[in-house]
């Protein structure tokens, strides 16, 4: 048995979203230094502020200004920080909860060590010298020897000039892949071109790529079948938007295929016929460039369309 495969793999976008009132006014008063919540009806103080109560699920509007100050309720060291993190020394992630809120905020806390880290510990905003309207205005919270400023939030109004109305929040997931026994070994024929599924010793399904077990039957497969090379689009769809990093001109098909003995449809691009020629049923074989573990894509064999009753059950 070869030893499973691995390889880092990253997913990386940026994510584009409208700000609600609240949300936009929080953001756009710490641009203006100032950290707003929003009051509950029962009287409590929500920071950072929410647009719903997340007891009673009523709309909540009351937006309060609490301090720039605040305690620890709870911390955790990062030892490494990653790219991208709010300060590139090691430091604390904490909750804090600010002055006059009845709930904690998350945010990193430049700290020497965790020995200088407790829990009840107070500290303060560090504001970013350069802010848009955005969660690392506050650049990080720092130690900050002082009493728990007791006086009730101040009522704000929320209105600023030049409100931020949406953020783009760069999202990125850094992490080590391993597709199993199963797709180990698919990938390790696909090497050699060759596609081999897994059979389901129940219902004799035969899955390409196999995923080790057959969800219908819930049991382990093992046996391997060798399938393809030809296959058959069995639907497909026109991309006309045309992807970053992928040089593709669009438009360009992109089809389910399945490959003959197979008992499930894999997806891949058609080439070497118009777009608007692709159809059901077309007969296709894969296209490999040099050294690829992967067909680039199909192309029609030329061969007769195949009868919709040989893929109904496969769509
Ligand atoms: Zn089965």
């Known amino acids: 048995m070869p030893e499973a495969l691995k390889a880092p793999l990253t997913v990386e976008f940026p994510f584009t979203r409208s700000l609600s009132p609240v949300q936009s006014a929080f953001l756009t008063g710490l641009r203006e230094r100032i950290v707003l919540g929003v009051r509950t009806a029962d009287g409590r ?5 929410v647009e719903y109560d997340p007891v009673t699920a009523e709309e909540i509007r009351d937006l309060v200004e609490v301090a720039p100050t605040g305690t620890v309720t709870t911390w955790a060291w990062n030892h490494a920080p990653r790219r991208d993190q709010p300060l590139d020394t090691p430091f604390a992630w904490a909750l804090v909860r600010l002055d006059g809120a009845d709930t904690a905020l998350l945010h990193a806390l430049d700290a020497p060590g965790p020995d200088a880290v407790h829990t009840g510990m107070r500290v303060r905003v560090r504001w970013a010298e350069e802010r848009t309207g955005a969660i690392t205005d506050i650049a990080c919270f720092e130690p900050y020897d002082s009493s728990p400023n007791e006086t009730e939030p101040a009522d704000h ?32 024929a696909l090497a050699e071109q060759r596609n081999v599924g897994e059979r389901c010793p129940s219902c004799r399904k035969v899955y390409v790529p196999p995923r080790g ?19 058959t689009v069995t639907t497909f769809c026109i991309v006309n938007i045309k992807a970053k990093n992928l040089d593709i001109e669009v438009p360009y098909v992109y089809a389910h295929i399945a490959l003959d003995g ?39 064999t030329g061969e ?12």
């Open 45 to 49: 103080t929500l920071v950072p502020p």
């Open 157 to 188: 109004t929320g209105e600023f000039e030049n409100p931020v109305t949406g953020i783009v929040a760069p999202a990125r997931l850094d992490y080590t892949y391993s597709p199993g026994r199963a797709q180990t070994a698919y990938i390790n």
């Open 213 to 231: 077990a057959c969800p219908t039957c819930g049991v382990a497969t093992s046996e391997q079948v060798e399938v393809g090379p030809h296959g």
């Open 262 to 300: 197979a008992g499930l449809a894999l997806h891949g691009r058609i080439g070497g016929i118009p777009y608007d020629q692709v159809r059901m049923g077309l007969r296709v074989e894969p296209v490999w460039t040099r050294g690829a573990r992967y067909p680039d894509h199909y192309r029609p």
């Open 304 to 315: 007769p369309d195949a009868d919709y009753d040989t893929y109904r059950e496969l769509l």
